[in-house]
Nanobody, 128 residues
Framework: QVQVVESGGGLVQAGGSLRLSCKVS????????LGWFRQAPGKEREGVGC????????YSTDSVKGRFTISRDNAENTLYLQMNSLTPEDTAMYYC?????????????????????WGQGTQVTVSA
């Protein structure tokens, strides 16, 4: 049974930090590209970034580059998103997702339509 469970969200003041986690089970974690996505109320889902199977390649969208860091621990089947210097514009529901990959690449920006497995999301709220 596939399970994708995000955690670590919450309420934080602008300028603060949060670390999101995504624990996965039920599929071969090491064979999947992983991505973080977010959706704010009234807006479409957007990609935050992705990480390759080995963790050696990452991509972050421009709006979070230099502030957010994606990492993974294949031994623990866990994906992370370290978020620093948060702003109110980062307020959204954050989702992690997985996509099977034949190679160790990170496909760059995606809205997630090509990802196979999704979690339920964790809410991040940044107050001004």
């Amino acid at each position: 049974q596939v399970q994708v469970v995000e955690s670590g969200g919450g309420l934080v003041q602008a300028g603060g930090s949060l670390r999101l986690s995504c624990k996965v089970s039920g599929f071969a974690f090491g064979f999947y590209v992983l991505g973080w996505f977010r959706q704010a109320p009234g807006k479409e889902r957007e990609g935050v970034g992705c990480i390759s199977r080995s963790g050696g390649r990452t991509y972050s969208t421009d709006s979070v580059k230099g502030r957010f860091t994606i990492s993974r621990d294949n031994a623990e089947n866990t994906l992370y998103l370290q978020m620093n210097s948060l702003t109110p514009e980062d307020t959204a529901m954050y989702y992690c997702a997985a996509k099977f990959s034949l190679d160790d690449s990170c496909p760059g920006y995606s809205t997630g339509n090509d990802y196979n497995y999704w979690g339920q999301g964790t809410q991040v709220t940044v107050s001004a």
